[in-house]
């Protein structure tokens, strides 16, 4: 399953809202979907997983959501430390684990 | 508190193998799966394969196949990721990461391993 984000980048300002879009070439569990941040120079970050559940510690601006094919991110109002990269992953058998190629989030 | 923790950076010639190292701790070792993910320069996140340990059994993509061995030692524990024939192409940041069994979602990363492959 491939997994397709965009945009490739997103110039938004702090106090804004972002959308961030994972589309997978075939249906994907709900279960299997996650969301990671990433920062330069840094490992990923856990920040939803199953669709919509946030990690330990993931602020409630934070939210995800969708289905089947079309999965969103979306950061309700924007906070400096936000700006990084973003990756979606998904699960299925046998294949394994995707990832999408990330949507960078750049302060505009 | 959770802590995976990886081995230094590696410089290898095309052709030869290296081995990273991830230790766990803080956790029941034997409860939680390991998994390498790689990151080459300025490029995505790879999934290379999972090591179950409290069987010690492990699985990989199709892509890493006969190039990719992950064994741990318990008494220690240890995750170890083995590739071979390397090539300019694995030169990456690679990064274990810890998933709750069944979870099928990566909750702590280490810190990265840098592979540099070079002539």
């Known amino acids: 399953i491939v997994l397709t984000q965009s945009p490739g980048t997103l110039s938004l300002s702090p106090g804004e809202r972002a959308t961030l879009s994972c589309r997978a070439s075939?249906?994907?569990?709900?279960?299997?979907l996650v969301w990671y941040l990433q920062k330069p120079g840094q490992a990923p970050r856990l920040l939803i997983y199953?669709?919509?559940n946030r990690a330990t510690g993931i602020p409630d601006r934070f939210s995800g959501s969708g289905s089947g094919t079309d999965f969103t991110l979306t950061i309700s109002r924007l906070e400096p430390e936000d700006f990084a990269v973003y990756y979606c992953?998904?699960?299925?058998?046998?294949?394994?684990?995707?990832f999408g190629q990330g949507t960078k989030l750049e302060i505009k | 508190q959770v802590q995976l923790v990886q081995s230094g950076a590696e410089v290898k010639k095309p052709g030869a193998s290296v081995k990273v190292s991830c230790k766990a701790s803080?956790?029941?070792?034997?409860?939680?799966?390991i998994h390498w993910v790689r990151q080459a320069p300025g490029q995505g996140l790879e999934w290379m394969g999972i090591?179950?340990?409290?069987?010690?059994?492990?699985a990989y993509p199709q892509k890493f196949q006969g190039r990719v061995t992950m064994t741990r030692d318990t008494s220690t524990s240890t995750v170890y990721m083995d590739l071979s024939s390397l090539t300019f192409e694995d030169t990456a940041v690679y990064y274990c990461a810890r998933e709750m069994k069944e979870s099928y979602h990566f909750d702590y990363w280490g810190q990265g391993t840098l592979v540099t492959v070079s002539s």
């Open positions: 992953q998904q699960y299925a058998y046998p294949q394994g684990y995707t």
């Open positions: 075939q249906s994907v569990s709900s279960s299997y």
């Open positions: 090591m179950r340990p409290e069987g010690g059994n492990a």
């Open positions: 803080g956790y029941t070792f034997t409860n939680y799966y």
């Open positions: 199953g669709t919509s």
